[in-house]
């Protein structure tokens, strides 16, 4: 069983940072990719960023140039988040895709950007 747990949302103005962390634990057989997605009210859950394991990264159009996504060597993923704007207001969920391709979710957590 794989366990992804998130920590970071919150609330914070407009112009300010964030940093999410998931952090991925449990029978994983290797670890393919992880990223982020996320879901605002009365829209679809959208992919904001993903790495691979050898350190491929993709961003939504939206957050190129002001969201990072990075991995350690411990099966967690980051996604530091500036210049934050009211529009990424959304519930953000991390995922892992294992060697079987095998798709995991984290539980998502909140992040609210204030005007």
């Known amino acids: 069983q794989v366990q992804l747990v998130e920590s970071g949302g919150g609330l914070v103005q407009a112009g300010g940072s964030l940093r999410l962390s998931c952090a991925a634990s449990?029978?994983?057989?290797?670890?393919?990719?992880m990223g982020w997605h996320r879901q605002a009210p009365g829209k679809q859950r959208e992919l904001v960023a993903a790495?691979?394991?050898?350190?491929?990264t993709n961003y939504a159009d939206s957050v190129k140039g002001r969201f990072t996504i990075a991995s350690d060597a411990k099966n967690t993923v980051y996604l530091q988040m500036n210049s934050l704007k009211p529009e990424d207001t959304a519930v953000y969920y991390c995922y892992v895709i294992d060697g079987f391709r095998q798709k995991y979710w984290g539980q998502g957590t909140q992040v609210t950007v204030s005007s």
């Open positions: 790495i691979s394991t050898g350190g491929t």
């Open positions: 449990g029978s994983i057989f290797s670890i393919n990719a």
